[in-house]
């Protein structure tokens, strides 16, 4: 039984807010925190949940090199070590270096100070607890449900429709791609993790992928918004999530990108 067996520490992310709606329109009841609070948490109230996931981020971590304190992963694994709950992290496709279907086990070369925290991250996380699910997420498309001026992280949809609303589609003029996954499907394969007592790090995905170009045209169609290139330089990846629906034992169709699917989030 998931019900009140799931803890999710960050309330204002927009994957804390999408999930949690997610699973309110489930009837799962859980305990979403705050991280400070989460810290002071006794550890008799601990042992009564399964499952913790962490959805908070420092906004110095994402930015600047690592640094201890930043690390709320290490934080919440360094709080729980003593105690058998699944710790599942989100991690990211930015560990790897850029190429197409990478697996888990792909070279690693972050270029990005994220990318760099996070691998130090999970390789920290590893040295103390066993019983954890790191996943390594590709772009999600999907919407912030509520306003949060003090947001850390923005993906690349993100940044386009600010744009977007500025009357303006601007890309790179090389067309890079990238592997995107809805929200929506996001939270049904997350939902199943939950449900399913697998350990280790895997990618979360859809495995497909899509040029930027493509995403734009499917934006300018709908907006008739024009598009104008820039020198920017980004990765191009997709990551292969083969292990993650073996273990789940799962099929599972991903929404295509179109641009009636991109119409809802503009």
């Known amino acids: 039984m998931l019900n009140n067996k799931i803890i999710l520490v960050g309330r204002k992310s927009f994957l804390s807010q999408n999930f949690s709606f997610f699973l309110k329109e489930k009837k799962i009841k859980f305990l979403r925190i705050s991280l400070n609070k989460f810290i002071k948490l006794n550890q008799n109230k601990l042992k009564n949940y399964q499952t913790i996931l962490n959805f908070s981020i420092n906004k110095d971590f994402v930015k600047k090199k690592y640094a201890i304190n930043n690390d709320l992963d290490l934080k919440i694994a360094k709080k729980i070590k003593e105690t058998n709950i699944r710790f599942i992290v989100f991690s ?67 940044t386009v429709r600010s744009n977007a609303k500025k009357n303006k589609i601007v890309i790179p003029e090389k067309n890079f791609f990238k592997d995107f996954i809805f929200i929506e499907d996001f939270c049904i394969v997350l939902l199943k993790i939950l449900t399913k007592k697998i350990k280790g790090i895997y990618n979360l995905s859809s495995g497909r992928k899509t040029y930027l170009h493509s995403i734009a045209k499917m934006i300018s169609h709908n907006t008739k918004i024009p598009i104008s290139y820039s020198k920017d330089v980004t990765d191009s990846f997709t990551l292969s999530n083969l292990k993650l629906l073996k273990d789940l034992k799962i099929n599972y169709n991903f929404k295509k990108i179109n641009s009636k699917n991109i119409k809802r989030y503009l």
Do not use: H, M, W
């Open 92 to 158: 990211t496709s930015k560990v790897y270096k850029s190429a197409t279907s990478l697996k888990e086990t792909s070279l690693k070369r972050p270029l990005t100070n994220y990318g760099k925290n996070k691998l130090k991250s999970e390789n920290g996380i590893k040295k103390i607890l066993t019983n954890y699910v790191i996943l390594r997420t590709s772009n999600i498309i999907g919407r912030k449900l509520r306003k949060n001026k003090r947001s850390v992280t923005n993906t690349f949809f993100d």
